[in-house]
């Protein structure tokens, strides 16, 4: 069991930045794969970036690469976005997630941050 509390959303101005952090507990943390999504109004969870527990550089897809920044701090067990250059479209709600194995689904979820861009 992997637990989950996002925090840093909020109402911003195109062009401004955000930085969401994600606290997480109940597994050693570096255990588990741990990632960012979003979901806009009618459109699915989006994957935007995350860490595989195997050490491996953060892996980011394409609509975020070069604004969003992932990051960790392993002392406190928390897992960042920066979002830079926010723009209209990034409005979601943002989730926190996490799987147990690289292989398997993420399967562990926050109950999400809200992101609002106005133009």
């Known amino acids: 069991q992997v637990n989950l509390v996002e925090s840093g959303g909020g109402l911003v101005q195109a062009g401004d930045s955000l930085r969401l952090s994600c606290v997480t507990s109940?597994?050693?943390?570096?255990?588990?794969?741990v990632g960012w999504f979003r979901q806009a109004p009618g459109k699915g969870r989006e994957h935007l970036a995350s860490f595989r527990q195997d050490g491996s550089p953060p892996h980011y897809s394409d609509p975020v690469k070069g604004r969003f920044t992932i990051s960790k701090d392993n002392r406190l067990s928390t897992v960042y976005l920066q979002m830079d250059n926010l723009e209209p479209e990034d409005t979601a709600t943002y989730y926190c997630g996490a799987r147990l194995w690289t292989l398997g689904t993420f399967d562990f979820w926050g109950q999400g941050t809200q992101v609002t861009v106005s133009s």
């Open positions: 109940g597994q050693a943390f570096g255990s588990f794969d």
